[in-house]
């Protein structure tokens, strides 16, 4: 019997991404200013065979240049129509300095409420709500 190739599955494409809510112990918030989208969580794409976790902890250095430890998964964003799933953990840095980067023109802790004025996106400041709130983890937020 003659394979029918017209039907070829192609896997879905959908991106994942790994972002940190950093509070220090003056309970300040770690936010980055990206050069699009303004103060936001660090955070980015998952790599192929890397944990959402790893990912988590290298974005985070490499976009304010603080090591971190994840203390907790708190739960994800889901933007359905864009296929990105965005987790978030809950971290605390535990070494290295605030440093730039190409995909962070300033970085630094803010006092919460200050950093939730300071983000524009909506969607942003309800991620980092629903983080700080333990109530509402975990959580799944399509969008």
Same mark, same amino acid.
């Given at each position: #019997?003659?394979? &029918? %190739?017209s039907h070829?599955?192609?896997? +879905?494409?959908?991106?994942?991404?790994?972002? %940190?809510?950093?509070l !220090?112990?003056?309970?300040?918030?770690?936010? @980055?200013?990206?050069? #699009?989208?303004?103060?936001? #969580?660090p955070?980015?794409?998952?790599?192929?065979?890397e944990?959402?976790?790893?990912?988590?902890?290298?974005? %985070?250095?490499?976009?304010?240049g603080?090591? @971190?430890?994840v203390?907790?998964?708190?739960?994800?964003?889901? &933007?359905? !129509?864009?296929? /990105?799933? !965005? %987790?978030l953990?809950?971290?605390?840095?535990i070494?290295?300095?605030l440093?730039?980067?190409? *995909? +962070? =023109?300033?970085?630094?802790?803010?006092?919460? *409420?200050q950093? =939730?004025? #300071? /983000?524009?996106i909506? &969607?942003?400041?309800?991620?980092i *709500?629903?983080c700080?709130d +333990? +109530?509402?983890?975990?959580?799944?937020?399509?969008?």
């Amino acid at each position: #019997m003659g394979q &029918n %190739t017209s039907h070829i599955y192609t896997p +879905s494409k959908h991106f994942v991404s790994a972002a %940190t809510i950093v509070l !220090n112990d003056q309970k300040e918030l770690l936010l @980055i200013k990206g050069p #699009m989208r303004g103060w936001e #969580m660090p955070g980015g794409i998952v790599e192929e065979g890397e944990s959402l976790k790893d990912a988590a902890i290298r974005e %985070t250095k490499e976009e304010s240049g603080i090591d @971190i430890e994840v203390l907790k998964f708190c739960g994800v964003f889901q &933007n359905v !129509n864009k296929s /990105i799933c !965005n %987790t978030l953990f809950l971290a605390e840095p535990i070494g290295g300095k605030l440093t730039t980067s190409p *995909e +962070s =023109l300033e970085v630094g802790f803010f006092p919460i *409420e200050q950093a =939730l004025k #300071m /983000i524009t996106i909506d &969607n942003f400041r309800k991620r980092i *709500e629903y983080c700080l709130d +333990s +109530s509402k983890q975990p959580f799944y937020v399509e969008f």
